[in-house]
């Protein structure tokens, strides 16, 4: 399957200045696809060097106890009977099984540089965590991290983009040049791409599930990889966790996040899984959760908005789950209410709005949205080129009550509602609609400063 990620691995082999490569991410989101079955392949075919620290013991333990990299390129270059030179790509996965190969990077990148590594892994900032603060260790044994000695990447779970591209090439291609070209689909076009919107909401970004989509149209198949690997998540907490509590409380905590959204405020609210417990007490989980790339954090703005965006203060802000799929297999909804006729009365609008969630944090946006007075709201605010974007999902038409508060104290260059009506500019009241198909779209724009109407 085609990964919208490749082209940032191209572009870092290309580079001159280019240093040891991190690629971060929650486990299962298609990391060791990526790097091996597509950019190895297709880039360093015959000439790259795959370790698995969770099945290569002897390296694993050899690395272990070194951090030079040249004992290190020694011992590999001699257990795989191949030479190691500027041509090989040396690809060290699930390095959460021994994370001082990441601090060895740092002798990579200033003794061996020219030499490509990529190290990847799932738990990786997890581990490094509890390295970095082991207690009764003396300064000598604690982990280093490679600061300014490597080049990171994450990998997110597929975006909607990525889901067409894979599913359907030809309406990908008739939904892109349409966006490009800002005009709306014909009413055909824009049924089927809506079609397959529902469909990307039920099934999600996990490489598995897509696949098996794909493979054979088996929504059910889909939903059953997605049990397997939620339970994967939560067993990952009892792993990695440093306490019985902590584990608990971060089970807990991923467990119930459609129902921390599904309330009025959608606000965090610990009282919802504890009772009377507080914020405070699942700061850990939080930080846990975000780190594991499995929840993403939104922060609360009020009122006036000053740039660069930071929260109000850290008792308010909604947490999503990292991939659509997952979130619709914790709703408990039906899985025919997203294909059936049905479901724009049975779906609510906080589907969509972790949707647009996942895609802006997959473009490595930052996560903000807008309370003012009598409930007014919208659901994110994006900074972009040092403008301001306020943007209002919403499941059907809606009313644009919250965006003429918003404008009482805020100039912003242009409001996007997000819903399944077709695009539309108004320029009168510097509204831009976009349908759902389009968003991923606008959320790369939007990253890179480009966004136009």
Known sequence: ??????????????????KPLIVWGARQVGKTYLVKDLFAESYYKGSYIYVDCKKEDE??????????????IEYISLFFGKQIDENTLLIFDEVQECPNIVSALKYFCQDFRQIPVIATGSMVRIKIQRETHKRGAGDNEKFLFPVGKINQMTVYPMTFDEFLMNSNRMLYNKVKVAYEK??????????????QIY??????????????????????????????????????????????????????????????????SKNFSPGLIEEKSRTRDYATSIQWLTMAHVINQSYQLKEHITMPLMQDNDSNFRLFLGDIGMFSYQSGINAASFVSSERENTLSGIFFENFVANELIAKEHKLFYWRGKSSAELEFIIESDNKLYPIDVKKG?????????????????????????????????????????????????????KMTV
């Open 59 to 72: 390296i694993r333990a050899f690395c272990a106890d070194t951090a030079n990299a040249e004992k290190i």
């Open 397 to 449: 038409r809606g009313t644009l009550n919250s965006l003429q508060k918003f404008s009482n104290h805020n100039k912003f260059e242009y409001a996007i509602k997000v819903s399944k009506n077709n695009y539309g500019y108004d320029a009168e009241q510097k509204l831009l609609t976009l349908p759902f198909y389009f968003f991923p779209f606008a959320a790369k724009d939007l990253a890179e400063g």
């Open 199 to 264: 469909r990307y909401l039920l099934v999600g970004g996990m490489p598995e599930a897509v696949e098996a989509y794909i493979d054979g149209d088996n929504l059910l198949e889909s939903r059953e990889i997605l049990k397997v690997l939620y339970d994967n998540y939560l067993s990952d907490m009892e792993l990695y966790q440093a306490s019985q509590e902590a584990m608990l409380r971060s089970r807990a905590l991923y467990q119930n996040i459609y129902k921390e959204l599904n309330k009025e």
């Open 182 to 195: 800002k005009k709306p689909l014909e009413n055909g076009f824009h049924e089927m791409a809506m079609e």
């Open 1 to 18: 399957m085609e990964r919208n990620a490749l082209q940032t691995l191209i572009e870092w082999k290309n580079n001159k200045r280019r």
